[in-house]
C-alpha cells in the first residue's frame, strides 16, 4: 500500500501547481482521499478532502477559492490543484487514504481518520 504525492516544487507568488497522490496496492476508488499539510514550525493541518465519487469535498475555509480536489478513479489518482499561491502556502503536502467507506460517506477531513499516508511533497512559494 503506497501513495505517491508529487508535483511540489518553487514557484513564485501568484503561480499554481497541480499535485497528485497515485494510489499503488490498493484501490482509492473506495476511500475517502485528503490533502494535509504542515508547515515549518506549525501543526498539520486539513487542506482538502474528497468522497469516494468525488461528488462530496471538503476544503479549509482560507483555501476554497483557490485550490480545487479532484480524483481519477481509473487512474487511482487524486488531484490538488493550487492557483495564486502565496508564501504562506509553503509547506510539505501530504496526501492520504481512509480505509474503505459507504459510498454515502462525506468527505471528512480529520487526519485520524486516514489510514494511510504519502511521504510528502515540498511546495515553496517565493514572494
Known amino acids: 500500500v503506497q501513495l505517491q504525492a508529487s508535483g511540489g516544487g518553487l514557484v513564485q507568488a501568484g503561480g499554481s501547481l497541480r499535485l497528485s497522490c497515485a494510489a499503488s496496492?490498493?484501490?482509492?476508488?473506495?476511500?475517502?482521499i485528503g490533502w494535509f499539510r504542515q508547515a515549518p514550525g506549525k501543526e498539520r493541518e486539513a487542506v482538502s478532502c474528497?468522497?469516494?465519487?468525488?461528488?462530496?469535498?471538503f476544503y479549509a475555509d482560507s483555501l476554497k477559492v483557490r485550490f480545487t480536489i479532484s480524483r481519477d478513479n481509473a487512474k487511482n489518482t487524486v488531484y490538488l490543484r493550487m492557483n495564486s499561491l502565496q508564501p504562506e502556502d509553503t509547506a510539505v503536502y501530504f496526501c492520504?487514504?481512509?480505509?474503505?467507506?459507504?459510498?454515502?460517506?462525506?468527505?471528512?477531513?480529520?487526519?485520524?481518520?486516514?489510514?494511510?499516508w504519502g511521504q510528502g511533497t515540498l511546495v515553496t512559494v517565493s514572494s
Open positions: 492520504a487514504a481512509t480505509g474503505p467507506v459507504f459510498s454515502t460517506q462525506s468527505a471528512r477531513c480529520t487526519a485520524a481518520f486516514y489510514n494511510y
Open positions: 474528497i468522497s469516494r465519487s468525488g461528488s462530496n469535498t
Open positions: 496496492g490498493f484501490s482509492a476508488e473506495g476511500r475517502i
